[in-house]
Structures are given as structure tokens and as C-alpha cells.
């Protein structure tokens, strides 16, 4: 069981970012796939999670109206689609599965590696 987190980089104040969790050894159709960031000195926080039965998707608030998750079951893989991005969204963001949704970490049995993501001017 592994996933992959790709597509961090580094951009403007109000700008945009996709990032891709692909999963390889077992189905996202099993799993709620979860997006989490964790910025230096903080605790990792829940960010987004998507229920594969229902399609269900969570935000936190602090990203509502400008994170949007979604996924390609072809590729296996989910996507956290980020826009008008704000300094505090800079951050080193992690992909896990689970099997409920949830914002808390314990939650998740499998962790990607971090994708690191870095709003500035």
C-alpha cells in the first residue's frame, strides 16, 4: 500500500495548485482519502477528506470556497485542487487513507510523503 503526494511548489499570494495523491496497491474505492498540512512549528491539521461510496466531501473552514477535492478512478487517484492561496496556507501537505472521515490524523492508516507548498510574495 503506498501513496504518492505531488504538485507542491511555490506561488503567489492568490494563486493556484493541484495536488495529486495517487495510490498504488490497493483501491481508493475502499478508503476515505484524506488531505492534511502541517506548517513549521504547528500540528498537523485535517485540510479536506473525500468518502469514495458517496462522493461525501469535508473542508475545513479555513479553506472552504477555495479547496475543492476530487478524484479519477482510472488513475486511482485523488486531487486537492487549491485556490486563492494565502500565506497561511503554506505548509507541507500529506495525503493519507482511512476509513471514515475525519480531520484527525489517527484517524488514517496509510501516509503519503509530505508535497511541500509555499505562498509568498
Known amino acids: 500500500v503506498q501513496l504518492q503526494a505531488s504538485g507542491g511548489g511555490s506561488v503567489q499570494p492568490g494563486g493556484s495548485l493541484r495536488l495529486s495523491c495517487a495510490a498504488s496497491g490497493f483501491s481508493l474505492d475502499d478508503y476515505v482519502i484524506g488531505w492534511f498540512r502541517q506548517a513549521p512549528g504547528k500540528e498537523r491539521e485535517g485540510v479536506s477528506c473525500?468518502?469514495?461510496?458517496?462522493?461525501?466531501?469535508y473542508y475545513a473552514n479555513s479553506v472552504k470556497g477555495r479547496f475543492t477535492i476530487t478524484r479519477d478512478n482510472h488513475k486511482n487517484t485523488v486531487y486537492l485542487q487549491m485556490k486563492g492561496l494565502k500565506f497561511e496556507d503554506t505548509a507541507v501537505y500529506y495525503c493519507?487513507?482511512?476509513?471514515?472521515?475525519?480531520?484527525?490524523?489517527?484517524?488514517?492508516?496509510?501516509w503519503g510523503q509530505g508535497t511541500l507548498v509555499t505562498v509568498s510574495s
Open positions: 473525500l468518502r469514495r461510496s458517496d462522493d461525501s466531501t
Open positions: 493519507a487513507a482511512g476509513r471514515s472521515p475525519s480531520f484527525r490524523a489517527l484517524a488514517y492508516d496509510y
